[in-house]
């Protein structure tokens, strides 16, 4: 295990050398442009902020962790804050009046679904500042955010594998999340840095009843750790329930005794970034801008080994592999990557781009598709647009 990983590392730290891990602003430069403009003691402006939520804030899933941080900012900041939750791609134009109807100047799009949208929205509603969760692109008065959740997967397919008897890892994935594919993919390099030969089997999965498919699936293909990826934790829930070891993308925080069957867990904590946010935007000083939450501006979190179920060394990994995430010393796109029928898709030499590794449609070498679990495809049903707080 060690001599692979280590040449991993080697190739990665080489190529970061000279090319950082990202070029987006970090929240420290935020707080020191305001120090040097002298905006610390500008009066502070009323705002509200309205958030739009794709699925319901009380049943666990990603909008419930989003939703969850946003109270935490707005208690830190005292912004004023609300939201619409179960807003399908089709009303969400109507959520945004409806946002503003009530005296929202800046609406988040709490959803990576929602970009397309607002990217041909923002300009009919040139009076509200936007955040876009989940897009590399902005404009005059949306600002761009996304997370780099790959990461994260990337870990987790290290400590799979690591633990994994069958070398048969299972990744259970939500096609709405942000950085699924790239997700599958990271998770197939890690595992390949610890077992060259072990295979990664992706199932794609929406509703908990599709989950619960995807999963059983997994383990029928004798998958002995699953990843879960996706809004609904009833896939970490069913893993647990099902008696098979996973890793989980929900934060736990607090509740890691209520899972004896879990490895670790990585998550987004961003409620730093909407308090940044809050803060610029009650003193007038919000501009748009890109910002990428990472391992290295603590937006991604690892956590560490859940004693119960890993195995002994598990922690000394975990411990290993962070700082030189966090420190940029492992880009996990670089290098050459061959696809899953063998082809090149970049060479030794190259360095993959965000817009790249956003824009993969392809698995990586030792990944196989388990099947798509998913059986309704179409949106949600029309909402009442009860604004919440």
Sequence with gaps: MTSKWLKRLAVAMALCMTVGLTACNKEGDDSSSETSSGTSDAIEQPRKVGYIFHGSVDNGSFSAGMNEQRVKASNRSSMETCYIDNVSIADFESAVKQLVSVGCTEIVAGSAIYANTLSSLSNKYMNINFISYGTLNGSANVSAYSELMYQGAYAAGMIAAFNSNARKIGFVG???MEYTIPSVNA????????????TMYAATATQNGEIEKAIDALIDSGCDVIICYTASAHSEDYCQKKGVKFIGTHD???RESDYSKMLMYYCARRDSYFLAQFKQMQLDTWLPNAYIGDVGNGIIHISEA???AAKSDTQKLISALVPKLTSGDVYVFAGEL??????????HTDMMSDSEIAEMDWFVEGVESAGDFREMLTDLPPNNFEVKS
């Design 252 to 254: 736990y925080k607090g």
């Design 174 to 176: 939500d096609m709405d």
């Design 187 to 198: 998770a197939a390099l890690g595992m390949q840095a610890v077992f060259s030969s072990a």
């Design 306 to 308: 859940f004693p119960d």
């Design 338 to 347: 061959k696809d899953n029928t063998g082809t090149i898709k970049y060479m």
